[in-house]
């Protein structure tokens, strides 16, 4: 329900709460899946005599992990003064933990003959149990049935199950003629035709009238969903009876059980090479209107993290109306031969969810039992200055032999080249009876040139006494030489100050440059000042493909003479060492 006294009462009462409340600041995720407690407004006309029962309800959504949450309430006056217009009110109440997930207070509401016209007080909630606070206040308000007569509709709270909510339409005070107001459903979250029945008229009250009902068809389904509002609203009222409430809110309590999610064995075959995956899947018991996380982490069994499989957890997230996702263990490769061995899975947190099979056994299933397998595996090396070096290739093979195995192999280019990077090389590798590996050598050219990591093949073939599970194999060649370096430089005159400006390529980011100003003084030159500047600016100003970054350095002018500039950039790990020297007169 909304009029301008309401905003107005809220508004003035929040500056109270906020000192209730601690100011803790949750992540997004971690906020969504704790259990929040809000509260609804309430309303009521208020009698002439006796009290009345104004109810609020107070409910929570989120994770359901942990026992049921209870929290504190208490009322504060607005604009209405407790023990006059209604009975202060305190107390813990405790929330069901399923069903409607939420429990009623009431407030006793006084009444009287006088006219004061409407009125508000506050219901405040504190010390959440087993919860936050998401809604900390719930807002009363109390028409005055004296005076001149107004339409208000009252909110209404239910089950999803009911069947029907009935929303009343209130005058506050009887009219001596009769009035008419339209009425009309409109959507909120609850969306008519599937959550809800939509509905329009006219309400007539007659002479010394003061109450009409307006009931709304609910429609029932079997989905775990958010409560749901939709609204009554009124429109048009005749006699010159002013509407003091328009709007109505109806809330659908989901009354559905959440789902169960489940996660199932599965089994893989090892493989001999590389990785394969392992995919156990996680089903929920039935689909849900609203979404479904849940967390998941692996854990040792007979296999082990690391040398058997990646260990994962993270958590999976099922949107509304999705009913299976799988958990993907990434399984290592190998060849040798021993019994299947187990991971386990194991499911925690359910959010929107309950737990049901929550331990799954992943399987890795060996498949090396049928004869000796071999594998070879990819190398590398750094590349040398000069001369050659062997990178040596390794040929795993199990299970061992009782007999000698051979194998052929041969190099192929990739992008190093055979005479210039690297030596070719073929012919028969044997592993003797009763060992597990062999290697093959091949020779590496080193030089002084930089240029890019580069690779060939080894690649086996035509064994005898073993079957070729991996047959190929990369061989790396790291470059270990300096990015060269170009430094250019130029004078630029000034009536005060001289300046050495230039650009070094290949350029990165932080170089620095070192400049030295020379003055010549009979056959020598001496050093008038040195400066160190960066070197800035990362763009590729000639268009060959490879960034510059310029650098300038000033002098103050010094009198007439000869001179010379000395510009060294030093190295750094990647690039070599470079300087330019630049001799001119003043």
Not at 54 to 80: N, Q, R
Not at 128 to 140: E, H, K, L, M, S
Request: glycine share 10%; charged share 15%.
């Amino acid at each position: 329900m909304k009029n301008l006294g309401r905003h107005i009462a809220r508004g003035a009462a929040i500056l109270v709460v906020v000192g209730l409340i601690p100011l803790v600041t949750a992540t997004p995720a971690l906020a969504a899946r704790q259990k929040s407690i809000r509260i609804n407004d309430a309303s009521i006309v208020e009698g002439d005599s006796g009290q009345k029962t104004m109810t609020f309800t107070i409910s929570w959504s989120g994770s359901k992990g942990g026992t049921a949450p209870s929290v504190h309430y208490a009322t504060a006056d607005v604009t209405a003064t407790a023990g006059a217009d209604y009975t202060a009110s305190s107390g813990t109440v405790p929330l069901t933990n399923g069903g409607c997930r939420c429990a009623t207070v009431g407030i006793p509401i006084l009444g009287d003959t006088m006219t004061e016209g409407t009125e508000t007080f506050a219901v405040n909630l504190s010390s959440p149990v087993n919860a936050t606070i998401a809604d900390a206040q719930g807002i009363g308000t109390i028409y005055d049935n004296e005076g001149p007569p107004s339409l208000v509709v009252t909110d209404v709270v239910g089950a999803e199950a009911s069947g029907t909510f009935t929303l009343g339409v209130l005058l506050t005070n009887a009219n001596s003629t009769a009035v008419s107001v339209g009425y009309a459903t409109a959507d909120g979250t609850a969306i008519a035709g599937s959550d809800y029945s939509s509905d329009s008229g006219t309400l007539t009250f007659n002479p010394g009238e003061t109450s009409k009902t307006v009931a709304v068809t609910i429609i029932d389904d079997s989905l775990a969903e958010d409560d749901e509002t939709f609204t009554l609203n009124l429109s048009n009222a005749t006699g010159g009876i002013a509407i003091a409430d328009a709007t109505g809110t109806a809330t659908i309590q989901n009354d559905d059980p959440d789902p169960t999610v489940s996660v199932a064995n599965a089994s893989v075959l090892e493989g001999d090479i590389g990785t394969t995956t392992l995919s156990l899947p996680v089903t929920l018991s039935g689909p849900s209107g609203r979404e479904v996380d849940v967390d998941y982490a692996t854990s040792d069994g007979t296999a082990t993290a690391v040398s058997d499989y990646a260990a994962t957890s993270g958590t999976l997230v099922f949107a509304a109306g999705e009913t299976s996702k799988q958990i993907d263990v990434t399984v290592n490769s190998d060849i040798q031969v021993e019994g299947n061995e187990t991971l386990t899975v194991t499911l925690t947190a359910p959010f929107n969810a309950d737990l049901g099979s929550s331990v799954a056994t992943g399987t890795i299933t060996n498949d090396d039992n049928v004869g000796p397998k071999l594998a070879v595996s990819d190398t590398s090396m750094l590349e040398g200055n000069s001369g050659t070096s062997p990178l040596t290739f390794t040929v795993a093979m199990a299970p061992v032999s009782g007999s000698d195995v051979t194998v052929d192999y041969t190099t192929s280019d990739g992008t190093a080249t055979a005479g210039s990077d690297y030596t070719a090389a073929s012919g028969t590798l044997t592993i003797p009876a009763g060992q597990s590996s062999g290697s093959i050598a091949v020779s590496v050219l080193g030089d002084t040139k930089y240029e890019p990591n580069e690779n060939f093949t080894l690649t086996l073939s035509n064994p005898v006494g073993a079957t070729i599970v991996g047959g190929t194999a990369a061989g790396t060649i790291t470059d270990d030489d300096k990015i060269p370096t170009t430094l250019t430089t130029k004078l630029v005159k000034g009536r005060t100050a001289i300046k050495a400006k230039g650009l070094i390529e290949s350029a990165i980011g932080g170089m620095m440059i070192k400049v030295s100003l020379l003055h010549k003084v009979g056959r020598k030159y001496v050093v008038v000042s040195t400066k160190t500047v960066g070197a800035k600016g990362l763009l590729d100003r000639n268009l060959d493909g490879i960034l510059d970054a310029a650098y300038v350095a000033s002098f103050k002018r010094p009198a007439a003479g000869a001179y010379r500039f000395v510009v060294r950039y030093a190295g750094n790990t990647t690039h070599a060492p470079n300087k330019r020297t630049l001799s001119f007169k003043l």
